[in-house]
Structure formats: structure tokens, C-alpha cells
Nanobody, 123 residues
Framework: QVQLVESGGGSVQAGGSLRLSCAAS????????MAWFRQPPGEERELVAL????????YYADSVKGRFTILREDGANTMYLQMDSLKPEDTAVYYC????????????????WGPGTQVTVST
């Protein structure tokens, strides 16, 4: 059974950093692209960053470009999100997911969502 488990969230002050981890199990993800999403309080879940199946390409939402870095370690079936220069508007529950390379899976992921990890940024 495929499982995605996020960790690394916490409470930080604006300008601080956090590194989120996504541990994937149940299959090999090296042929999947992977992504981070977030859901701010009272809002819908949104795509934050996506990394291609070999890590050659990455996409970032405009709101995080230049501050967040998405990484993957296929040998460990793990993905990371390095978040620097955090802002209060980055406060959200962060989730990871994955899907077949070449498809627009991120528009409607089919893998079960993990529990997410809470990130809270204070002023």
C-alpha cells in the first residue's frame, strides 16, 4: 500500500527556515514526479513546488520562488522542501504527493494524502 508521510513542520518567526521531509513507501517513486502542496487556514490546497522524476526540472509557485527549494533522494524514496525566508503567509498544512511523469496528475492527485505537517510562521 502506497503511503506518504510528511514531517519537519513547526513554528518559526518570519525570516526563519524549515526543512520538510516526505517519506514515500509502498512502491518505487523514481519514475514519478513529486510535489509539495499546502493548505492555508480556510483556503483550498494549492501546489507549491514540483520536481521531475529524475530531479532535472522543478516548478515553483510564484509565491515561493527564490525562497523554497524542492529536492528528492530517490534511493531513500524521500523528498524534501527547504523553506527559507519564511513569511506569515506561508502558514499552512503542507502535504506531499506524486504521480506519473508526463501527466498533469497534480491537478487531481490519485494517491492518498498523508497527514500533512503544520508550518506556522509568526511576525
Amino acid at each position: 500500500q502506497v503511503q506518504l508521510v510528511e514531517s519537519g513542520g513547526g513554528s518559526v518567526q518570519a525570516g526563519g527556515s524549515l526543512r520538510l521531509s516526505c517519506a514515500a513507501s509502498g512502491r518505487t517513486f523514481s519514475d514519478f514526479s513529486m510535489a509539495w502542496f499546502r493548505q492555508p487556514p480556510g483556503e483550498e490546497r494549492e501546489l507549491v513546488a514540483l520536481i521531475s522524476h529524475r530531479g532535472h526540472m522543478a516548478y515553483y509557485a510564484d509565491s515561493v520562488k527564490g525562497r523554497f527549494t524542492i529536492l528528492r533522494e530517490d534511493g531513500a524514496n524521500t523528498m524534501y522542501l527547504q523553506m527559507d525566508s519564511l513569511k506569515p503567509e506561508d502558514t499552512a498544512v503542507y502535504y506531499c504527493n506524486a504521480g506519473p511523469t508526463g501527466s498533469r496528475w497534480y491537478e487531481q492527485p490519485t494517491l492518498l494524502w498523508g497527514p500533512g505537517t503544520q508550518v506556522t510562521v509568526s511576525t
